[in-house]
């Protein structure tokens, strides 16, 4: 049993390597610490068993109540837009499988995640504990208020996709701060939104185009 553990710590190793090397710097992902925290991180721990196999494919996979773990490639895009360094705190909107919360704690200092439903949010707090993550905070809730005892935060990431962008988030965002968030309407392509808060005022800039889960409110 051992013997076979290693094996496949192994294999997905190599698996991961490869995904790093041909999902995510071949396709222009250039920042070293960006690319070494996908090379670190186990993806295949935070999604179901079953699909496990599938763990470093170049897609989404379903993680049960209707949700996905975002494709690699994207989960590097956006933090590489973030700008990461050591020393900063991020806020984070749709904690999901908790994957794109665990890239982003391999290089900033603090992360905090919300998901709204309970029970994903519950599995990946589990999850990274029990991979050695302390300094990922999840609460259960609304990510539309976002995490105001917390803030500011120097980034925020959003990885579901509202019609606009929720007016607390800008608020909590740091000066100087930068916030990826993809916008748009639910079925329909979205845009990845690039803000940054220069002198108190949010400018915008949008990017390619993306398909997100829709951004749910707990109000209805
Ligand atoms: N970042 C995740 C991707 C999850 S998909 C990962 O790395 O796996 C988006 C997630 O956003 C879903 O789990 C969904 O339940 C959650 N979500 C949608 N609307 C939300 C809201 N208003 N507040 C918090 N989480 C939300």
């Known amino acids: 049993m051992l013997l076979l553990a290693v094996f496949q710590t192994d294999h997905y190793k190599s698996q991961r390597e490869l995904m790093v090397e041909n999902q995510i710097a071949q396709r222009g992902i250039t920042n070293e610490l960006v690319l070494k925290a996908m090379r670190i991180v186990p993806r295949h721990l935070l999604v179901p068993e079953k699909i496990r196999s599938y763990a470093y494919e170049d897609r989404p996979l379903p993680i049960g109540e209707g949700q996905t773990i975002s494709q690699p490639y994207i989960v590097a895009y956006m933090t590489e837009l973030i700008e990461p360094s050591p020393e900063m705190k991020v806020l984070e909107i749709g904690t999901g499988s908790g994957y794109q919360a665990a890239v982003l704690a391999e290089i900033v200092k603090e992360v905090y995640t919300i998901e709204i439903m309970e029970g994903l949010g519950k599995r990946a707090e589990r999850d990274l504990k029990s991979m050695g993550y302390k300094n990922i905070y999840v609460r259960i809730g609304d990510g539309y ?43 329909k392509v979205q845009k990845m939104v690039l803000a940054r808060k220069v002198k108190g005022k949010i400018k915008t800039s949008y990017l390619s185009n993306v398909m997100f889960v829709p951004f749910l409110r707990d109000t209805i």
Request: proline share 14%; aromatic share 4%; glycine share 12%.
């Open 145 to 187: 208020k976002g995490w105001p005892e917390k803030a500011p935060f120097d980034a925020i990431i959003v990885t579901a996709a509202p019609e606009e962008i929720p007016q607390p988030l800008m608020d909590q965002l740091a000066e100087g701060g930068i916030m990826v968030i993809p916008v748009g309407q639910e079925g």
